[in-house]
């Protein structure tokens, strides 16, 4: 739950070379996560509701166990960070510890694109009911890390902002939410984060001497096909969104 973007500077927390070594160390943290879930088999019954009978619940046993985990976590303040975003803001619960005053770096907005993840239909993958527990905890340390990684779009979305209002200002006053991701897209960094997360997902899902035949630890292809379809299109929502909300109480609304 430390946060990763230095705030006391915030010229520093602003600044894309900063955010994009924040960013490479967070693909770093994913793909440790989704190494250690991927050591459990699928157990799609923890993603379906009613399954596993859970006392006053109706969540899927998976969900119920990260909306629990939301739960403490909201008292020990990971969601005052700006970074972090619960997936079940209704399980929010006052804090134990005292609240934690950020510098202001990030403009004022309610965008959370946290949302109950979309489940692998049931295929013929081996389950283990002794393995329900650690696979469904696993899960919460992989989406939250996501979760995260997605979120750290709006200091990218500030950080193009302040460096051309020109750009980004009528954009926003006409609501042109595709000119605005049009803006933000650099197809060459897109490709250059793809291209680091395979070289990633290769050296880190292979032992040292492990035959060159063997099974990676995780699936590299997965993983950078999540990133290209998942993880980089929900980051540029998230931009979008923040950008739409940029101009509020600004010189410029």
Known sequence: MDLAIDLSN????????????????????????????????????????????????TLSFSDWVLREQEKLQSQIRRFQSPDEYPFFPDAMQPLILPPLEYPKILWENDVNCAAKPQRAEKAAVEEAQENYGSAATADVNCLQSLSRRVHF?????????????????????????????????????????????????????????????????????????????????????????????????????
């Open 153 to 253: 779009g709006k200091f990218v979305a500030e950080s193009k902002f302040q460096s051309s209002p020109e750009t980004f200002v009528p954009l926003i006053k006409a609501g042109d939410t595709q000119g605005i991701d049009a803006a933000i897209t650099d197809a060459k960094v897109e490709k250059k984060v793809l291209e680091r997360l395979r070289l990633k997902a290769e050296m880190y899902g292979t032992d040292p001497g492990m035959d060159a035949e063997a099974p990676r630890k995780v699936n590299v292809d997965g993983v950078v096909a999540m990133y290209k379809d998942h993880v980089i299109p929900l980051t540029k929502v998230v931009e979008v969104d923040y950008l739409m909300q940029r101009l509020k109480g600004s010189e410029w609304e």
């Open 10 to 57: 915030p010229a520093k927390a602003l600044s894309l070379p900063h955010i994009r070594y924040q960013l490479i160390r967070l693909e770093d943290t994913v793909l440790y996560h989704l190494i250690e879930r991927a050591q459990f088999p699928l157990n799609s019954p923890i993603y379906t509701p009613g399954a596993l009978q859970i006392p006053n619940s």
